[in-house]
């Protein structure tokens, strides 16, 4: 394997910033990678969008980080990853990994009843990929899906032990509750944020599943099995791109990353478009 493939970045992408809850358990297995995330933050949501615009949108990410000479491309975004993937690796040569797999499987691997709740954005759970996922492993798995739409604006606006996030989540979760689910995929790229009032509603005998833990583990795996492991020992490096530069992105930015962020490149909407 060619020293300069090794050390080329890993590529992130996300339809925001939720996607750097992924990029925080990258840096812990993978320590040291260099990471090159862009987050779509001036056209999202996409959890909202019709397919065929999430994965046109998906294409012009890919093609961004390409152009960033990355080695490999995690698509941290469950959106995304639902819609988009097959297509994803059909375009493009690079290898691709998404996060619902890597989630379904460590569910599949920690449920003691066999009953597996997963919630996520409307796309995601009316895609029922997580479902299909879940019964290509074990058919005789229950699935219970919940689209939460509203957990993601109250991520951003940093609610992580907000009484109405409690609210919201007593209303989302209560069918949930009711199918006596012992495990439950946080399955949007915001959720773990929320993970304290999601736990505390759905009750402490539930196993919460972190989709970003599962994928980093596989992009490890993958990276290894490739040998494309980096032969750099210094500190790596993080290059953060966006669309937009939203108000409180710093502060947000850094409740979903759990360390400092120092400095972000904002790129040009028409760019991706035309990449
Ligand atoms: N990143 C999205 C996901 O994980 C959530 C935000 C959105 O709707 O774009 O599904």
Redesign the pocket.
Known sequence: MSTSLKEKPIGVF???I??LTVVKHLSTVLTNEHIVYFGDTAR?????KSNSTVIEYSIQDTNFLLHKNVKIVVV?????SSIALEELRKKFEVPVIG?ISPGAAMAVNKTKNGKIGII??R??INNQAYSKAIKAINKNIGVFEKACPLF?PLAEEGWTHHRATYEIAEEYLKELREKEIDTLVL????YPILADVIQEVIGSNVSLIDSGVAAAEVVKNEIHKLQLETNHKDHPNLDLFVSDIPTKFQEVAELFLGKKVNKVMKVDPEELVHS
């Open positions: 996300d339809s925001g939720g996607g999202v949501p996409y959890g909202s941290a975004c469950n959106t995304v996060v996520g954005t796309a995601t993601v399955g949007c790229t915001h």
